[in-house]
């Protein structure tokens, strides 16, 4: 019947970058369908290069797969223009934005668990020359986990650095049975060119949320659970950002049960990036702990932010640089008495954090009150011990109002939030509290009105953010509950929070 060919070739109006992709299909059997990507350009005029700036560019990226992982050997992260690349030319950081991949199953139009969490750290050198980091972490919905990791290598092209591409290729799942490499090709366009103001250290305070618990290698294929995963929630995570070098350090993420985790990032050292306040993230540095008498060590782990302000008209999701702010994903794997263990302990690459600049103390009202609305990031953990999670997701459901009545001493918070889960069920609880200027803990979630979850057992905690005034009410909880049916299923909710002063 014939093949098919499609190329298509993407040119710079200088004529300096030069993007070519092409689709192979073949009607005979076995039916393939291959997507190949390339570029190549001028060498970059590194003097054109402006300080203080943030450049955007746009484009394609490419992951591709060794054969027999899937059933064709090639995952393509699409053929249109699908990825943002953001450079801060002060401190050399380079994001490769995949928000479509990363937030696309939290947003409502696609309610399937993301296989992965993948995490890009780049940076500029002074020839122009690109170096950086890929790394990933597979959670599958039954339990399953595994990770990979690969070098990356690029540059900047033309004489007004209009394009950008890099490539790399690495060890592919490397804690499966069937080892192998990957591919990874990103060549983007410059968009737009806009300030940033890269003076001072954001010291930054928050919380996590999420689920861990410990692996078993499966004689078949990867790691499994081996018991109930634990619920990260009584969790403070604090870190200062250098916003001139992009360094993220004094990271700690304080777990309590599991001890600490250390976060001491440079661009320099490709272990932390910095584009502005909403847009970060950070290898985690060391974590260890004891479990049963063994030790783990750290294998891999980090955090990313990811787009903090939801519309609901449109269904998307968006940075917002004015509340002082952000949230997003992070997730560790720890190995037993070393690498490639038989057993693992690992934090779902579902869980979440907050983390913003304090209120300070004598900047908070004495009296009157304040009414704050926003939207919740977390997961859901089906069946306890079943290793079934499910992301919460972002859409007309998702809401947190409150309401806080300022005292001299103490303050009282009352509210509302909801959210829908990846199995559709409805989530709806009631709470109400007192606290301090240093924020509100403990504060007890029960069932609210029209809730498919019932008997609701859970907590919230939250803190005051913003720089000058109050912007921001954010904190974490975790909840449990059960559905009373045919059968009868127990749930676990973790996530956290950010609502807006109204």
């Known amino acids: 019947m014939g093949d098919t060919y499609n190329t298509k070739i993407i040119v710079d109006n200088k004529g300096e970058f030069v993007t070519i992709t092409r689709n192979y299909s073949t009607n005979d059997y076995p039916f393939t369908d291959v997507k190949t990507l390339g570029y190549y350009g001028k060498t970059p005029t590194m003097s054109a290069l402006e300080t203080n700036k943030i450049y955007t ?47 696309q199953y939290i947003i409502g139009d696609d309610n399937d668990i993301p296989y992965g969490s993948e995490f890009n750290i780049l940076k500029l050198n002074n020839d122009g020359s690109i170096t950086g980091k890929y790394f990933k972490s597979e959670d599958f919905s039954d339990g399953y986990q595994s990770s990979g990791y690969s070098d990356l290598t690029g540059s900047l092209y033309g004489s007004e650095l209009q394009g950008l591409g890099f490539t790399g290729e690495g060890t592919n799942l490397h804690n499966f049975d069937n080892d192998g490499t990957y591919n990874q090709i990103n060549t983007v366009y410059l968009d737009s060119i806009t300030s940033v103001n890269n003076t001072g250290t954001l010291a930054m305070k928050g919380y996590l949320s999420g689920f861990g618990g410990y692996l078993e290698k499966s004689p078949s294929y990867g790691y499994i659970g081996s018991g109930s995963l634990d619920v990260i929630y009584e969790s403070m995570f604090a870190f200062n950002i250098n916003q001139n ?6 990271g700690q993420i304080n777990t309590g049960w599991i001890g600490t985790i250390e976060i001491d990032g440079s661009v320099e050292n490709l272990s932390s990036y910095y584009i502005n306040k909403d847009k970060f993230g950070a290898l985690i540095d060391s974590f260890e702990q004891t479990y049963n008498g063994d030790n783990y060590s750290l294998d891999q782990g980090w955090f990313f932010s990811i787009p903090d302000s939801y519309d609901s008209t449109s269904n998307t999701l968006s940075y917002n640089l004015d509340d002082d702010t952000s949230w997003g994903y992070w997730t560790a794997t720890l190995f037993k008495d070393g690498s490639n263990s038989d057993y693992i302990y690992n934090v779902n690459n579902m869980s979440t954090w907050i983390a913003g600049i304090e209120t300070a103390s004598n900047l908070i009202p004495s009296s009157g009150s304040a009414t704050f609305s926003g939207h919740i990031l977390g997961s859901v953990q089906e069946n306890f011990g079943m290793h079934n999670t499910l992301p919460i997701l972002m859409n007309s459901v998702n809401s947190i109002s409150a309401t806080v009545n300022f005292g001299s001493v103490t303050h009282n918070l009352i509210g509302q939030l909801s959210f829908q889960d990846g199995s559709e069920n409805i989530w709806k609880a009631e709470f109400s509290g007192t606290g301090n200027n240093n924020g509100f803990v403990g504060i007890s979630l029960s069932d609210g009105t029209g809730s498919d979850i019932v008997n609701l057992d859970g907590s919230l905690n939250a803190k005051f953010y913003g720089d000058g005034a109050i912007k921001t009410l954010g904190g974490n909880f975790a909840v449990e509950g059960m559905i009373f049916g045919n059968f009868t299923e127990s749930y676990k909710a973790s996530g956290v929070f950010k609502a807006g002063k109204e």
């Open 57 to 103: 560019y746009t484009g394609y990226g490419e992951f591709i797969l060794p054969d027999g992982q899937y059933n064709s050997g090639d995952l393509s992260l699409g053929d249109s223009l699908n990825q943002t690349v953001y450079l801060n030319s002060t401190n050399k950081s380079i994001f490769v934005d995949n928000n479509t991949y990363v937030t």
């Open 245 to 250: 070098t992009g360094s993220i350090t004094s």
